[in-house]
Nanobody
Framework: VQLQASGGGLVQAGGSLRLSCAAS????????MGWFRQAPGKEREFVAA????????YYADSVKGRFTISRDNAKNMVYLQMNSLKPEDTAVYYC??????????????????????WGQGTQVTVSS
């Protein structure tokens, strides 16, 4: 699976951005898809995930209520709608895919090691 993230940019605090991630491959619907981010000088951290089955979504506490992950299996796309952006949301955002077909939930997806494929990242900068 190859992943291509896009949609990053510069936005003022309180604004919105929508990130997109295009995935190659015929079995996209069987991948749990996720978003991570890495701010300068910090480790990469989990943002959101959309499990491959059941429509379950998971969010980091820091973005809950502001960000929404969605997917379109017909188009092999996953999205991250980011509203009420804050300067602390500034980071490179990465999409990721997990092909394990697992039925885990919540914090399992916080771990970088479970993700099989990564996109190249897209920069999001939020000015105050």
């Amino acid at each position: 699976v190859q992943l291509q993230a896009s949609g990053g940019g510069l936005v003022q605090a309180g604004g919105s951005l929508r990130l997109s991630c295009a995935a190659s491959g015929r079995t996209f619907s069987r991948y749990t898809m996720g978003w991570f981010r890495q701010a300068p000088g910090k480790e990469r951290e989990f943002v959101a995930a959309f499990r491959w089955s059941g429509g379950f979504t998971y969010y980091a506490d820091s973005v809950k209520g502001r960000f929404t992950i969605s997917r379109d299996n017909a188009k092999n796309m996953v999205y991250l709608q980011m509203n009420s952006l804050k300067p602390e949301d500034t980071a490179v955002y990465y999409c990721a895919a997990d092909g394990s077909n697992s039925y885990y939930s919540g914090s399992y997806y916080y771990k970088e090691g479970i993700w099989d494929y990564w996109g190249q990242g897209t920069q999001v900068t939020v000015s105050s």
